[in-house]
């Protein structure tokens, strides 16, 4: 049934994994200079959690700007024009639907993430800022503008708020071991490991 998404995300995944080796390399090395330079202290767990947040944000470029698919449609200005054309059980809406609202997921969880909130209007914000740029980006490069798309974004991005806020009331009631930062570790390296499990 997910097999079009899983499709789209290793087609990705294959085009874009040169750009994502040279960027993570970059990054590393660049971060590693820089705390070493003022003497601050690597915590893993904060790290890694900024490395899967950049080349989240590289895939996510690759997935916007250069999908091998080629849209036929014409831009779209009216709510749920295009939502609402597909059949709930069909590929077309797991790919188009659901995808548009679990690819904006991991940006309302890092956005809530790293600014603390409890309420939802700044990763909302946010998330309206990046979802309308990505769709008059793809109008000027010859693709469509969907408003569709920016409302399944946003959903997206709530989504990301609302689940990084049960995390956050979960870890209050959990013992105060797992608030430690070796335990953080471990439990980040775990999250790398998964991801890389599934997208290879």
Do not use: H
């Amino acid at each position: 049934m997910f097999e079009p998404l899983s499709d789209t995300i290793q087609g990705v995944i294959n085009f874009t994994w040169p750009m994502i080796i040279i960027s993570m390399v970059i990054m590393i090395s660049f971060r590693i200079c820089y705390l070493i330079k003022n003497q601050e202290k690597i915590v893993i767990y904060k790290e890694l959690s900024m490395l899967i947040f950049g080349v989240y944000i590289l895939g996510l470029f690759q997935v916007v700007t250069f999908q091998d698919d080629v849209s036929w449609s014409s831009n779209n200005f009216i709510p749920f024009q295009e939502i609402l054309r597909y059949n709930i059980t069909s590929r077309l809406f797991i790919k188009n639907v659901l995808g548009n609202l679990i690819m904006f997921l991991p940006f309302g969880f890092f956005t809530s993430y790293y600014l603390k909130v409890e309420k939802m209007t700044l990763p909302v914000i946010l998330t309206l800022i990046a979802s309308v740029s990505i769709e008059v980006v793809q109008m000027s490069i010859g693709r469509v503008f969907d408003v569709d798309d920016i409302i399944l974004n946003l959903l997206g991005g709530i989504c990301g708020f609302f689940l990084y806020n049960i995390i956050r009331i979960i870890s209050t009631k959990l013992p105060s071991f797992c608030k430690n930062e070796w335990f953080l570790n471990i439990v980040f390296i775990m999250i790398l490991i998964g991801i890389i499990i599934v997208v290879i």
